[in-house]
Antibody, heavy 116, light 115 residues
Framework: QVQLLQSGAELKKPGASVRVSCTAS????????ISWVRQAPGQGLEWMGW????????KYAQNFQGRVAMTTDTSTSTAYMELRSLRSDDTAMYYC?????????WGQGTLVTVSS | QAVLTQPSSLSASPGASASLTCTLR?????????IYWYQQKPGSPPQYLLR?????????GSGVPSRFSGSKDASANAGILLISGLQSEDEADYYC?????????FGGGTKLTVL
């Protein structure tokens, strides 16, 4: 069965960077992409960007351009999302989702807290 | 004005039907978009429900009951998620999504209360 397993919760100070991982299993990693979606406490869903599991091509949402970097390691079927220059309003749950035309499988989420 | 607008909340009784709307911003024609619907329960990631563009272009998520269905109201420029035979377990947040201007865009979500 398809599973996406994300790394654990993070506590970061303003201005720092965070890297979240998403390890896929149960399907061929290179056959689809991974999207990252975040959700601030009590708020809705916000798409951050997408990376191809095959070519590593990326597409970032305008709100995150210049501050986010998505990469993959096909040898371990893992996708990474790095967000830089963290602010308090980056405090959120970060999800990865298999992007196979739609987000049909999701990781369990990684809570990133930004606080001094 | 947001690309996708959803009512913030909706209440309905068990056994009844609920119609959740997702209105596209003026100038964005609902007829040209596939609209995706997700359900999210507290403490869990979203779950894909279905995709609807037309009666000939639609997709039901794996294991999603047929009482969840999609449609459109062209006159209102809106996508609709219809849930029939409401059950207590349907109480959740529901989000619509489209691919617009080379980005995935979510609506703000509707909190459905079944009481």
């Amino acid at each position: 069965q398809v599973q996406l397993l994300q790394s654990g919760a993070e506590l970061k100070k303003p201005g720092a960077s965070v890297r979240v991982s998403c390890t896929a299993s149960g399907y061929t990693f290179t056959s689809s992409g991974i999207s990252w979606v975040r959700q601030a406490p009590g708020q809705g869903l916000e798409w951050m960007g997408w990376i191809s599991g095959d070519t590593g091509e990326t597409k970032y949402a305008q709100n995150f351009q210049g501050r986010v970097a998505m990469t993959t390691d096909t040898s371990t079927s893992t996708a990474y999302m790095e967000l830089r220059s963290l602010r308090s309003d980056d405090t959120a749950m970060y999800y990865c989702g298999r992007d196979y035309e739609t987000f049909d499988y999701w990781g369990q989420g990684t809570l990133v807290t930004v606080s001094s | 004005q947001a690309v996708l607008t959803q009512p913030s909340s909706l209440s309905a009784s068990p056994g009844a039907s609920a119609s959740l709307t997702c209105t596209l911003r003026s100038g964005i024609n609902v007829g040209t978009y596939r609209i995706y619907w997700y359900q999210q329960k507290p403490g869990s990631p979203p779950q894909y429900l279905l995709r609807y563009k037309s009666d000939s272009d639609n997709h039901q998520g794996s294991g999603v009951p047929s009482r969840f269905s999609g449609s459109k109201d062209a006159s209102a420029n809106a996508g609709i998620l219809l849930i029939s035979g409401l059950q207590s377990e349907d109480e959740a947040d529901y989000y619509c999504m489209i691919w617009h201007s080379s980005a995935w865009v979510f609506g703000g979500g509707t909190k459905l209360t079944v009481l």
